[in-house]
């Protein structure tokens, strides 16, 4: 499934949804906003984020993330655990950053060592500082009515905020999520749930994932699986979201791969009306979210408006 | 939409599903670990009751609780607060109740007088005590795979044990939610997907309901509008669980009036395989499902298996 060959008679022409843009443009906004701050009331945000041993891949998001709190103005932490830590360390780190009033946000990098229980470290995160919107009270309030989460979780935040910035209507709309993880499609599609649209999650264990995902007017695809959603999965018009970031091997690339998203693009992009390239599409929007998440919870926690 | 006519030329096929009877079941269930953790242990579970003012129909369901209880040897406890009491006697009832080793269980009746928060009132049950399961933390747990809520909420709990106990297939299956309320529609969603069906959730934003109900291999509708799901809504085998209870004018009855799900029955009878009578389906379950909780919980505050 990870070649995808377009048609040969058809053109490209649905419009590309540049979220490299558009995380770019939230960037300044959220510069703007922690100058503001800064100047009104002498608080800058501050971002803690936790390390736990030494994957390479984890290091390289922790230090994107860094350099995106530093070109906001956002101060960022770092603390750098070894392997072989205990939960306890770990848990004595939350809890300083919990006390500590510089720090408006923390962030643990998943995923953790084996050793450690991933819903022992995450709940301990003071839920008026988890801004990546994991903690279970946090979900609930997002698949309530009438309740108000304190933070939506980054990624699937930034699939909703490109379809609001590209003017996309929600409301009244048939949407599809393909995959249910807890960090990207069961969140999103709760959040297409609050603004009106009728949805479904498609999953590993739907019989006809092709046929349902055809009916959408609205697709965000977080599975990771490359090129999994082909053109005939798309009904014509439909705008897609493809959270997906697949390395697929490419003897041209000097790397010896591409990335590549969920949804066949070349094949996407003569049926859809709109679609995200990978990369360059959501990939930016996370970090981004991130910022602002941080943002919110300074602004909240000093009751800045 | 009040009436719904059958075809003439079709006979009813559809199997009962019969609420009533299983509730009897759950309740004799109920009854017997109940007499067996008493024996064994000395520990009798109790469900503590806080009603608010005086309006007839929480009276009576609050009666029929209370009754339940005794029937299965819960002990019952009842707090009666006058109309115009204020939100921090309420409090203090919830907190004592919080308190009380010999209650496992809480119930606020709803709807609260309107001068009250339903949200303050609710979230200061005790989460080990909240056998309705709507504090959030319980609905975020729900939501989110490898997570495990304390309580199901007892009207959707409901609803997927009919299908269990009658071996209705979930995993894999298309279903579809009619509504998304917090007490039953999203909790029933989230329920569904946990067995791996396919869920989609139709509500009053949806654009074409009818169409997106009559692809479903089970429909759970809740929504109180009596008679909206037509026979043309159904597809074929479907099976069907009514959680409406809608009182329409009925001259031939002695009270003026007779009770109706959401679904013509009647219609749904000839194209469903199996359906839920209104009332005796779903409206049993309730309260068995109340009953199961609060044994739950005892079982699990005094770790008896």
């Known amino acids: 499934m990870a070649l995808c060959a377009a048609s040969l008679t058809t053109e490209a022409s649905a419009k590309v949804i540049d979220g490299k843009s558009v995380a770019k443009q939230i960037r300044d906004e959220v510069t703007a906003e922690v100058s503001r701050m800064k100047e009104a009331i002498g608080v800058t945000p501050g971002l803690a984020v936790i390390l736990i041993g030494d994957r390479k891949d984890s290091a390289t998001y922790v230090r994107n993330k860094k350099k995106a709190c530093d070109s906001v103005g956002i101060i960022s932490l770092e603390a750098n655990l070894p392997e072989d830590s205990t939960e306890q360390e770990v848990l004595n780190y939350i809890s300083r950053f919990n006390d500590d009033p510089s720090v408006h946000g923390i962030l643990v990098q998943l995923p953790l060592p084996k050793h450690m229980n991933e819903q022992t470290i995450l709940n301990a995160v003071r839920i008026e500082k ?141 049926v859809a009306s709109a679609v995200t390239p990978v990369p360059g599409g959501v990939g930016p929007m996370t970090i981004a979210m991130l910022l602002q998440n941080t943002l919110i919870s300074a602004k909240r926690i000093h009751n800045f408006e």
Request: aromatic share 4%; with cysteine.
């Open 130 to 270: 988890d801004v990546d919107g994991f903690h279970p009270l946090n979900i609930g309030r997002l698949a309530m009515r009438g309740r108000e989460p304190l933070f939506v979780p980054c990624t699937p935040k930034g699939c909703i905020e490109l379809l609001h910035r590209y003017g996309v209507p929600i409301k009244g709309k048939r949407a599809v999520v393909i995959g249910r993880s807890n960090i990207v499609g069961m969140p999103a599609a709760l959040l297409l749930q609050r603004e009106d649209a009728t949805v479904t999650i498609v999953h590993s264990r739907t019989s006809n994932p092709e046929e349902i995902t055809s009916q959408a007017d609205i697709i965000i695809s977080a599975v990771g699986q490359p090129n999994m959603v082909r053109g005939s999965w798309i009904k014509p018009g439909a705008v897609i979201i493809d959270v997906g970031i697949n390395p697929v091997e490419d003897s041209n690339d000097s790397r010896g791969y591409r990335l590549v998203g969920d949804v066949c693009y070349e094949e996407a992009s003569k």
